[in-house]
């Protein structure tokens, strides 16, 4: 059974910097997808980056590229989000998530295509 396990939320002011970590367990395939996500309350969740494990693939939002970074570290089955220039509009709970598997055809801003999902860490920037 894969396991997500988020951590790095807090409160920070606008302009700052946080780090998310997910820490990722149970995969089977060497190559799936992993995700961000975002969630404020009576919103749907929102995309924000996602990363093809065992490839380079990487995809940001518009809201925030340029200013937010997916990375991950195999060694240590990581996942991360390096979040800079926070604006009080990226208030909110953050999701990491994976597929199962691989597929060319995964379109990764569609939460319904991850099987997997943390329980997440929450993110407050104040201005």
């Known amino acids: 059974q894969v396991q997500l396990v988020e951590s790095g939320g807090g409160s920070v002011q606008a302009g700052g910097s946080l780090r998310l970590s997910c820490v990722a367990s149970?995969?089977?395939?060497?190559?799936?997808?992993m995700g961000w996500f975002r969630q404020t309350p009576g919103k749907e969740r929102e995309w924000v980056a996602a990363i093809l494990i065992g490839g380079r693939a990487t995809h940001h939002a518009d809201s925030v590229k340029g200013r937010f970074t997916i990375s991950q570290d195999n060694a240590k089955s990581t996942l991360y989000l390096e979040m800079n220039s926070l604006k009080p509009e990226d208030t909110a709970m953050y999701y990491c998530?994976?597929?199962?598997?691989?597929?060319?055809?995964?379109?990764?801003?569609?939460?319904?295509?991850?099987?997997?999902w943390g329980q997440g860490t929450q993110v407050t920037v104040s201005s």
């Open positions: 998530a994976s597929t199962a598997g691989y597929s060319v055809l995964t379109r990764v801003s569609v939460p319904d295509n991850y099987q997997y």
């Open positions: 149970g995969h089977t395939s060497s190559n799936y997808w």
